[in-house]
């Protein structure tokens, strides 16, 4: 008899707590509808001003959605026709991520990562890039800063008993260049860390370091890809040659038609000179159509 009640009392309690469950997420279903029709005027508002001020109740938004208990289940998959939301692998959090013109040549990006958790544990991202300056690739950014992106991919490796997630992300917030960067992103006890030295390439500012993120900047007319690619085993990237042969003009930088690249090993991603052989066509050959995927 004692065991039957107490039978009766898990499954009543079960049964609340899918009553609840099922109650936040018409509640998030809500919101998102809200979100989705928010996104509109945050990015098309005519007005720069109306677009950051749609982005505040955006961001208001969000978050109120995410305090629900077992938001991280729910997927938005509504929002992320409007938003970025992209996971690593293991699943372990999630990153909401967008950017929005803040005049006719200057865009700012936005950023939260959500863990994996019933209640919610958020580290909101503040965009630094602009501050960064030449020391872009040399920098590590705690406490909210960073380099602000839109992200497309996330890799993860261990390294030294740190776990990092490769961030491949695109920055056009220049008025005359992108920028395509990896950065690696490690969780502390103090929070979130971008940028670390997991690249065997040097500093030009400290020859005697690596730098702490890669990046590539180019002019803004042209496509530069950057990706992983699970044949090769590697990530490659166009390499880069000024039109003007002038090496200090970021904004005349464009694609050779040669591929280079990073393999990760020991540790480390290990730059790769070369990674796709440049075929040379004769005479009258036609041109093998390109087999790489990505951005």
Request: glycine share 6%.
């Amino acid at each position: 008899m004692r065991k039957t009640y107490f039978v009766l009392i898990a499954c009543l309690l079960m049964s609340v707590q899918r009553v609840h469950a099922q109650e936040n997420v018409a509640e998030i279903k809500l919101i998102e509808d809200t979100l989705v029709n928010i996104s509109d005027s945050m990015y098309g508002a005519v007005i720069p001003d109306e677009r950051t001020t749609y982005n505040e109740r955006f961001i208001k938004l969000l978050v109120r959605a995410l305090k629900y208990p077992g938001s991280y289940k729910y997927g938005f998959d509504s929002l992320a026709q409007r938003i970025n939301i992209i996971y690593p692998d293991d699943k372990s959090f999630r990153i909401f991520n967008w950017g929005i013109a803040t005049d006719e040549i200057s865009r700012r990006y936005y950023g939260a990562i959500q863990m994996n958790a019933e209640a919610l544990k958020l580290y909101p991202l503040i965009d630094c890039t602009a501050e960064l300056g030449k020391g872009a690739e040399d920098s590590i950014l705690t406490k909210g800063k960073w380099y602000g992106a839109l992200y497309y991919r996330i890799i993860p490796h261990e390294s030294d008993g740190v776990m990092y997630y490769t961030m491949f992300g695109l920055n056009a917030s220049s008025p005359l260049t992108n920028r395509k960067v990896m950065d690696p992103m490690s969780f502390t006890d103090n929070g979130v860390v971008f940028g670390a030295p997991l690249f065997n390439i040097r500093s030009q500012n400290n020859p005697n370091e690596r730098v702490n993120r890669f990046i590539l900047e180019y002019k803004k007319a042209v496509q530069v890809s950057m990706n992983w690619d699970a044949e090769l085993g590697a990530v490659y990237f166009d390499k880069l040659a000024s039109e003007s042969n002038d090496p200090n003009r970021k904004y005349t930088f464009v694609p050779t038609g040669e591929y280079d690249g990073f393999k990760w090993g020991d540790g480390h991603w290990n730059y790769v000179q070369n990674l796709i052989p440049l075929d040379m066509l004769k005479d009258g050959d036609a041109p093998a159509p390109q087999p790489y995927k990505g951005r």
